[in-house]
Structure formats: C-alpha cells, structure tokens
C-alpha cells in the first residue's frame, strides 16, 4: 500500500471546497521538469541556427555548444515523464500503440523526429570531417570510437565536406520549424486541456516557445562562460553581447505574450477568474517574485541599460553570468507555476489544495536534482568527445 | 496495362461502396426515432445497442451516502478519503447568499449541516460519478487508448494497458478519476459494468433508499431514464464544456451548476 501520510496533511490544509479526488496533486516535481528541460532543449537549438542559417557570425563561439547542450538535454528530456508514470514499465506502449487523439502520444513522435532526424544529423554532418581525421590520429580505444561514428564513410574530399555544409543547413533550415513544434507541442500538451482554465489558453503553445528561447540562450550564455572559465579561455565579448542583445528581445516578447495572457484574463473575466486571482496571490513568491520580478524584469533591465550604455567588460560579464542564471531559475518558476499551480485550485472552483514534495521519494526533489545533473554529465562527455575547439575551421 | 485497369476498377469499387456505407448511414441516422435525446446527450446516432446514461433527481436525494460507500465496497475502491468513484456534495446556502459547500470522505459517513440553522437558505445534496461523457476528455487525451468508450456508452479504463500518466485526471473537468495507489493505473466509476451485464443495477442505484438515482439506455424510449428526461426539467455539469455529459439531474441548482 502506498503511503499516505502526505494526503492526510494535504487533507488538513484544504482551504474552502475541493472535489474529494483532488486531495492528490497528480503531477509533481517532475513535471515540472519535463517541460523546463524540453524548453532548454528547444531554445538552445533555435540558438545554433540563428548562427548557422541567419549567419549571426558574431555566434560562431557557440555553435556547437548550443548544439550539444541541445542534444544532451534532450537525451534527458523524457526521463522524468517516464520516472513519473504509474507503470513505467509500460512506457513503450505510448509508442507502440499510441492513440493519435493524444497530444501526449503524439509527443513522443515529435521528440523521436527532433533527436534522430534532426539533432543526431546535424551533429553528425557538423563533425563529420573531423570525426574522420580524429579516427586516423588518435591512439587506442577511442580510435575506434571515431571510426564507429563515421559510420563507414571517410570520404572527406572537398566536395564530400561541401556536401556536409549543405545538408547540414538543410537539417538546420527543417530543425528551426521541429524545434518550434517540439516545445509548442508541449504547450499545447497544457493549453488543450479545456477542463484546467489556468493551461487552457490559445496562446499556451506560443508562449512555452518563446520562454523556450528565453531559457535555451540563457542556458548557454551560462555555459560558453563555464566552459571558457574552465579552459581558461578568453570570453569573447561580441559574442556575449550578441547573445545579451538577442536574449533582450526575446525576453521582451516572452513577457509581453504572457502578460497579455495574465490582461486578457483579468479583462474577460470568466467564471474561473475569481479563484484564479486568488491563485496568483497564493503563487507571489513563486510567480510574482522570482518568475516575473527575478526572472524577467531585473534581467530585461540589466539588458535593455546594455543597448544604450556599454559598461566595463568586467560588468558586463558578471552581469551576463547573472542574468543567465536569473533566467534559468525564473523560466524554472515559471513551469512551476503553469504545472504545480494549475492543479493548486479545484476545478470547482471553490478551493485550494496544497504541494509539498519530499525530498525522498519516486517523485521527490531528490530525484529532480538528478535528473536536472545528468544532462550536465552528458554534456562533459560530449565535449571530451565532440571538442568543438580542436575542430578545423576553414 | 492490365495493371492498370484493375488499379482503376478497384479504386472505383472503392468509391462505390464507401459512397453506399456513407449514404446507409445517413437513411439510418435520418429514421432514428431517438434523435432529441441523443442530441441531449451529445451523441451521434448508434446501432441499435444500449447507450446507457444516469438520472438523480435531486429533490429525492437526502444526503445518506449509501452511494458512496456502497460503491466503495462493491468496487474495491480504496478506503482512504482520497479517491472515490462515486461520492456526495453537501450544498447550504446562508440568508446572505454564502454558498457552503463539503464531502467529508466524500460523504461516506453522512453530514452533518456546518451552518447554523437559523441562517440557512437552503441545503441541498449532490451525488456524483463519472459522468460517462459522449465526448470524454479522458478517452480523447489517453496516450495509448486504455480509456475507451464501450459500445453502450460507458467510459471504461484498461487497467492492464494504462500506463498511469495520470494525463486522463487532468483532463476530467469533474475530478471523477484518481489513480489507483496499489495498481498505479487511472480508476474511475464503470457504471458498475460487471452489474449491468448481467441484467443489475449498478451499486450506488441499488442501495438508494429512496430512489433518487436511476440509470437506464438512452437508446430505450421505454426506458425509466428516457421517461425521466423527458418528464423532468433536467440538465447536466458544466454543459458549457461541450463534453456531453450522460448524467442528468433534475432540479439541480443555480449554485451548483
């Protein structure tokens, strides 16, 4: 039998009316993650290709780590959907049998096209070359490695490499529309859920990509300064301020399309709308304070001031390095708040139940933290095998 | 050459008997006879199979919770206070038009009235279950079809195919799903389909003491449930959320709906 001690104490604190099978909030910390590491994915993705295909040269510097940030979250992306299910064993079914009425079914399609077609090829095109020269230098074990991954082909002529240039902008012109389904898909996993008037909205899908974006580019701003520290390498400052420029506008369209969300609520003012102002003053610290405060406002300031004024490198390092982190924890709360508050209140609209987490557990914040590590891990081994800086560069 | 002309002739063979299914299918839908209710109920015209629905007239309904606990023992529904297939609000409005409203354990052990006597508007009982909605949300979000729509109408989950994402609770807009904490898969009301099958009543209509829940084929213009509808001003939860409900009630109130 489970245990139950957690909805005994949920039990106490409700506050005014639920449905009785309300008690249990049904998606956890782990939800949260789903769509957060998803979004990184997406918006690290749609990074590299502003590089590649709108030929931002100012971004060369970070290609490759978008690309392999990228792929080592998506690598994560689906682990705490599975961790989370009832019967994980079963897992496979969704794809074996999965019921296309279902935007969750259809999820996993999308995820398979995005890690297979477009992210493994373009990684795959992208060091082809150097794949095949890495196979003939390297000694020992990792010889082999490399010429695993040539999958048999060694033909680096000119004209072969041109070809990986060209099918490689053709993977990165289909990745830009797959990285938008990817995380709108997921939007849309919330905003199609008529029952839940807190994720049914229209504008779901739009503004789960472009917080995608936000939080993809702030990902790797955070890591390109990482990484360089770590190598102790010089931070090229053009590029951070391109990122910081792009991150500015981007984060002023996010803000804008979810404050449009929060004004045409407040405005209509539909029968879910009384619990729903209670639940956003419930959700001030999470929502008010490090969500919109934290998370946006103080990081849409520190970079607006660098469009006109351009202080220090020294400050503007420190700050980018901040306003990365800024964003990567605001863009956390703010799954937080569309998952965890979403299923604070009752759908009858007359009360609240509560979430506490452990931290042990199946669903616990324990488990969260490891997930949240592992694509990090990832990422290292990647550059131990993928160095983008030992790559030739014509 | 001769490839091609069967190509062509079964390509038109196609056509041909899907244009006959199609046009059989709108004769029938044109001579059925239960068309108003249907529309009631949301559905599209069926064969000629049971489509079952539920009725409570709520001014019969005094609040015992027999339902709901004669559900919970009949379905091996777990007995903790927090997940129930079938289960009673308590509504009391003050003079002052404060509606109150509870379901201790889903009022298993009865109520008791949380205003005072003298303040009381009115008080009111709702008995609750899936509502077996002809256009579930449930059924249409489950990731690998374990939620289904039986033949007759009721909205059913496979236990040994429901990966418990937990996705169909999110989607129920009357929280009338749970996921079960030792199978870890979604549970819901089956309107006691083992009963009906075999010719009873579900649980929580058979144990009503006074006759305030009915349940019967909406395909049926015999049937209790058909007569109820059309005798009764009936309605159903949040009908605004196009789902179709199957569950009607009679008088129910303004607060509640």
Redesign the interface.
């Known amino acids: 039998?489970?245990n139950?001690e957690n909805?005994y104490q949920a039990?106490q604190q409700v506050d005014g009316?639920i449905?009785?099978?309300?008690?249990?909030l049904?998606?956890g910390i782990l939800i949260v993650l789903y769509p957060y590491i998803t979004g990184l994915v997406a918006g690290a993705f749609i990074l590299a290709s502003l590089n590649r295909v709108f030929n931002v040269k100012a971004l060369n510097p970070i290609y490759e780590i978008s690309l392999l940030a990228s792929f080592s979250f998506l690598l994560v992306a689906t682990m705490p959907?599975v961790a989370?299910?009832?019967?994980?064993d079963?897992?496979y079914?969704?794809l074996m049998?999965?019921?296309f009425?279902?935007?969750?079914?259809i999820f996993?399609f999308v995820y398979l096209w995005y890690l297979m077609v477009v992210l493994l090829l373009e990684i795959w095109f992208d060091y082809r070359r150097d794949i095949v020269l890495w196979s003939n230098e390297k000694k020992g074990p990792v010889k082999y490695i490399y010429k695993i991954l040539t999958l048999g082909v060694f033909d680096i002529s000119p004209k072969a490499v041109k070809w990986d240039e060209k099918i490689g902008y053709i993977i990165t012109v289909v990745g830009i529309p797959s990285a938008f389904l990817l995380h709108g898909y997921v939007g849309f996993?919330f905003g199609s859920?008529?029952?839940?008037p807190w994720w049914s909205s229209v504008l779901m899908p739009v503004v789960f990509l472009f917080s995608a974006m936000v939080s993809g580019i702030s990902l790797v701003l955070f890591l390109y300064m990482v990484i360089s520290w770590i190598r102790k390498q010089k931070l090229d400052m053009q590029c951070l301020d391109t990122i910081g420029k792009f991150l500015f506008y981007i984060l002023i369209m996010d803000f804008t399309l979810e404050a449009l969300d929060q004004v045409h609520r407040i405005y209509v003012s539909e029968e879910s709308f009384d619990i729903i102002s209670i639940l956003m003053s419930k959700l001030f610290v999470t929502l008010t304070i490090m969500q919109v405060l934290l998370g946006t406002l103080v990081p849409v300031g520190i970079l607006g001031f660098f469009q006109f004024h351009k202080p220090n490198e020294i400050i503007r390092k420190i700050s980018y390095f901040l306003v990365s982190i800024l964003v990567l924890v605001g863009i956390f709360f703010m799954r937080w708040n569309v998952v965890i508050g979403g299923?604070l209140f009752?759908?009858?609209f007359?009360g609240f139940t509560t979430y506490k987490a452990s931290f042990f557990g199946a669903e616990g914040f324990g488990i969260a933290i490891l997930l949240m590590a592992i694509p990090f891990g990832i990422l290292a081994f990647m550059l131990w095998l993928l160095p983008p800086w030992k790559k030739t560069h014509e | 050459m001769e490839k091609e002309n069967t190509k062509v002739s079964s390509r038109r063979d196609f056509f041909k008997k899907s244009g006959a299914i199609a046009g059989g299918l709108l004769l029938v839908s044109m001579l059925d006879p239960l068309k108003q209710i249907k529309a009631l109920a949301g559905e599209k015209p069926k064969g000629k199979g049971a489509w079952y629905g539920i009725g409570v007239d709520l001014e019969k309904c005094i609040g015992c919770g027999s339902c709901a606990k004669a559900c919970k023992t009949e379905n091996n529904v777990p007995k903790e206070p927090f997940f129930f297939r079938s289960w009673v609000e308590q509504y009391s409005v003050t003079a002052n038009g404060v509606v109150k409203v509870q379901s201790p354990n889903g009022g298993v052990d009865g109520f008791k009235q949380p205003v005072l006597d003298k303040e009381i508007e009115k008080s009111f009982f709702i008995p609750k279950s899936c509502n077996h909605c002809a256009k579930s949300p449930c059924e249409q979000v489950c990731p690998v079809g374990a939620t289904f729509i039986s033949p007759d109408g009721v909205v059913l989950v496979d236990e040994t195919y429901c990966i418990g994402c937990g996705y169909c609770v999110q989607a129920c807009p009357y929280a009338c799903r749970y996921l079960h904490p030792v199978k870890h898969t979604a549970d819901k009301c089956t309107l006691c389909y083992h009963r009906i099958k075999k010719g009873l009543a579900p649980a929580c209509i058979t144990v009503c003491p006074t006759g305030a829940k009915i349940y019967g084929d909406l395909n049926d213009k015999n049937s209790d449930l058909v007569k109820f509808i059309k005798e009764h001003n009936c309605t159903v939860l949040k009908p605004h959320l196009n789902t179709k409900p199957k569950f009607f009630y009679n008088a129910l109130k303004e607060e509640a709906e």
């Open positions: 039998m489970g139950f909805l039990l009316f449905y009785p099978n309300e008690i249990e049904r998606w959907l989370h299910l009832g019967r994980p079963r897992f079914e969704m049998t999965p019921h009425t279902s935007a969750m079914a996993g996993i859920l008529k029952a839940n299923q009752s759908k009858s007359l």
